[in-house]
């Protein structure tokens, strides 16, 4: 084949500069390279081999020269590699691959083979430079390697774990199986930034220091509300830091390891909802004694409430009368008002006193799903349609759960009661949690009459109630509902929504002041 002006411009140079180098400089530096060296004629017959290729084959110079290359093939390497090869070689160009070798004593390594046609100034092939290394070692490191990751990577994604890498901006880098059927369940991105987020709330203080291998977190229990009543889940949640070196060349002395946190989460759904059946069963029974002790204290209340007026004019008659002189009445009513307060004395020592409550950090979603628990049977027998939407993960706040419990029953039970009127078609019941700015918000909505502004205040007056009025149905549990929320050191606002109805928002600050 002709020779082309591209050939032989860049042969050129290359003759000139091994013009200036010594024969002997380029013999010895072959016969000292620690790569086995070769060089065949057109037909692959051995002419020379080096030190380097006798360590690597067992073929001595003497045992080699004359033969043909193929005295190093093994049948174990495809028919196909041997045509790609002699196909580029033969049409002048390079060829680099692996090829399965046979060493004079039989035994089999691997080769990294590189073949390179060396040409005449006429460009036709003389010969054929191979040059080799036995890369049997590193073909078993890399097999084990990807073995390694094959077998871990099927325990990640088989494991029963929530697996998720992260790097420090919160950003999934690797995630298993178990995450992505996550991901589906939630209709959500990035689950994984929401368990933190969460971790992060309930710490308040941050992960521990980064130490490659240590725990950022251990087991934090996290509670994932859902909307449409679809049942929490509770994942058990672990962070563990992961250190990763930079594999840029540039980095090859520098000992910097870049951070990455291993999240595992453990879904204990089934175990907590046990625990749930349990607890939700003896709430009721309390509830339901601590509803019975409110309303008696409601009653005794407004009886002694009702009863201080008329006592207290009877008290103004006696005294006014005894400024005037001895008067035969005077005595009688005397009698009068000192049964009466006696009676008020006997009310007041009646009426049950509040439940001391130890105050602890509570989940607001987890006590109004209590609190639609307790009032299914009331809803189903109103005809009244639930949407609870809440959060997907809300801070815990200091507080008194039972209290709120109650607090948050009686707004649901004034929302029923608002559209329990004769005749009210429409009975939907809205109940939202939301959080931002330092507070925690629950949103009572429903479909009932609405409030007017004049009664919005008023509502909240001890004793006050519509129930035997016009309909407005404000019930009477609004002013103990209002303390409760002032003693959280939050408010309670009743405002109109926009398709008609009643709200009633619960405003909680996450930390209370003092």
Request: with cysteine.
């Amino acid at each position: 084949m002709p020779n082309t002006p591209k050939t032989t411009r860049k042969a050129a140079p290359l003759r000139s500069a091994a013009a200036s180098i010594p024969a002997a400089l380029f013999r010895a530096a072959v016969e000292q390279a620690d790569i086995a060296i070769s060089i065949t004629d057109p037909r692959a017959n051995i002419e020379y081999v080096n030190p380097a290729f006798t360590r690597t084959t067992g073929f001595t110079t003497e045992d080699a020269q004359g033969l043909n290359q193929s005295i190093l093939s093994n049948r174990t390497t495809p028919p196909d590699v041997y045509k790609t090869m002699w196909r580029q070689i033969s049409q002048k160009h390079p060829w680099s691959g692996r090829l399965v070798n046979s060493r004079k004593d039989g035994s089999l390594y691997l080769a990294d083979l590189t073949i390179t046609p060396v040409l005449d100034d006429d460009g036709n092939i003389t010969h054929y430079l191979g040059l080799q290394r036995d890369i049997t070692d590193l073909h078993r490191l890399e097999c084990a390697v990807r073995n390694q990751k094959a077998l871990i990577e099927s325990v990640v994604d088989g494991a029963p774990l929530v697996l998720a890498l992260l790097n420090m901006e919160d950003g999934v880098i690797l995630d298993n199986h178990a995450y992505k059927v996550l991901m589906a369940d939630l209709g959500m991105m990035e689950p994984a930034q929401v368990l933190l987020e969460a971790v992060r709330a309930e710490l308040g203080n941050g992960f521990g220091p980064f130490k490659p291998g240590s725990h950022a977190f251990l087991d934090r229990q996290i509670r994932l509300d859902r909307a449409h009543w679809a049942t929490p889940r509770w994942f058990s949640c672990s962070g563990v830091w992961v250190a990763s070196h930079d594999d840029a060349a540039d980095a090859f002395y520098d000992n910097h390891a870049e951070a990455y946190l291993l999240l595992v989460a453990k879904d204990v759904t089934r175990q907590v909802m046990e625990q749930e059946k349990a607890r939700v069963s003896a709430l009721q029974a309390v509830m339901a004694e601590e509803s019975r002790q409110q309303a008696l204290r409601e009653s005794l209340s407004a009886a002694v409430y009702q009863l201080e007026g008329p006592l207290n004019i009877l008290n103004s008659v006696v005294t006014m009368m005894g400024r005037r002189g001895c008067d035969p009445a005077q005595a009688a009513l005397a009698d009068a008002l000192k049964a009466g307060q006696s009676a008020l004395e006997t009310l007041r020592a009646a009426v049950p006193p509040e439940t001391r409550e130890t105050e602890t950090l509570a989940n607001l979603n987890e006590i109004v799903r209590d609190v639609l628990d307790l009032s299914s049977h009331a809803f189903l027998a109103a005809g009244i349609t639930v949407s609870w939407v809440p959060q997907l993960t809300l801070p815990n706040i200091s507080a008194y759960p039972n209290r709120l419990r109650s607090m948050l029953k009686s707004l649901v039970d004034n929302g029923v009661e608002a559209m329990n009127t004769k005749g009210w078609t429409r009975r939907d019941l809205s109940i939202r949690t939301r959080s931002g700015d330092g507070e925690v918000v629950v949103e009572i909505e429903d479909s009932g009459p609405g409030v007017s502004s004049e009664l919005r205040l008023k509502a909240f007056e001890p004793f006050y109630s519509t129930k035997k009025g016009s309909g407005h149905h404000l019930g009477t549990g609004l002013p103990a509902a209002q303390q409760v929320a002032i003693d959280h050191g939050g408010s309670i606002e009743l405002g109109n929504a926009h398709r008609g109805g009643c709200v009633a928002q619960v405003i909680l600050p996450l930390r209370r002041n003092g």
